[in-house]
């Protein structure tokens, strides 16, 4: 039997991971409405989204089943079961972008045109989901493949928007530490008064 707050957060854990996954799916789809309007993407990328919409489903089946449940919802979870063929199959698609890419050699900003900006905040609520996922994960009521996926996913993201800003003719906006400034306004508005 499962005990009753374990239930209550699974719950509560099930809808923020829905409300996650309605906000990526959104998101994902205006990107790829924009995918069409770019000449030099492959149009393979729009067929991977829609795939990893269907992935996202799935998901939510596997949290939505306590993987420690009792003998009669013994078939809910073979049926939820996460494939871990899944994760490979992202691996493999990161690692095909990072080929198209240059090296990246500094940190870089959110950026590049329609597509990459609605990709990258997919990304951040993949990150998102990634952290509430933690819980089921750590008290095992989803499977380990189904949070390497969310892990992998935000990673595949970030390359896909990275394409997308390099078909769209947009520069990277490379990261810049902030300068030090030697004098202290604060205390110069102080001696001022």
């Given at each position: 039997m499962i005990e009753y707050l374990n239930a209550w957060d699974l719950q509560t854990n099930l809808m923020l991971i829905l409300d996650q996954q309605s906000k990526f799916t959104i998101n994902s789809i205006k990107a790829r409405e924009y995918f069409s309007g770019i000449e030099d993407l492959d149009k393979r990328f729009a067929e991977e989204v829609e795939e990893i919409q269907c992935r996202l489903i799935d998901?939510?089946?596997?949290?939505?089943?306590p993987r420690k449940a009792d003998e009669i919802h013994e078939k809910k979870i073979i049926h939820t079961a996460f494939d871990p063929n899944n994760v490979l199959e992202l691996e493999k698609r990161i690692?095909?972008?990072?080929?198209?890419?240059?090296?990246?050699?500094?940190?870089?900003l959110p950026?590049?045109?329609?597509?990459?900006?609605?990709i990258h905040v997919a990304r951040t609520i993949c990150r998102r989901a990634e952290r509430n996922l933690i819980p089921l994960f750590q008290e095992e009521q989803i499977e380990t493949h189904a949070y390497q996926y969310v892990n992998r996913l935000s990673d595949y993201l970030f390359m896909l928007?990275?394409?997308?800003?390099?078909?769209?003719?947009?520069?990277?906006?490379?990261?810049?530490?902030?300068?030090?400034?030697?004098?202290?306004?604060?205390?110069?508005?102080?001696?001022?008064?």
């Open positions: 998901l939510g089946s596997q949290v939505a089943t690692d095909f972008m990072d080929e198209k890419l240059p090296p990246l050699k500094n940190f870089i950026s590049g045109g329609l597509a990459a900006s609605h928007a990275r394409i997308c800003a390099q078909a769209e003719g947009k520069g990277e906006v490379i990261y810049k530490k902030a300068k030090k400034h030697d004098d202290h306004p604060a205390e110069e508005n102080k001696s001022q008064q």
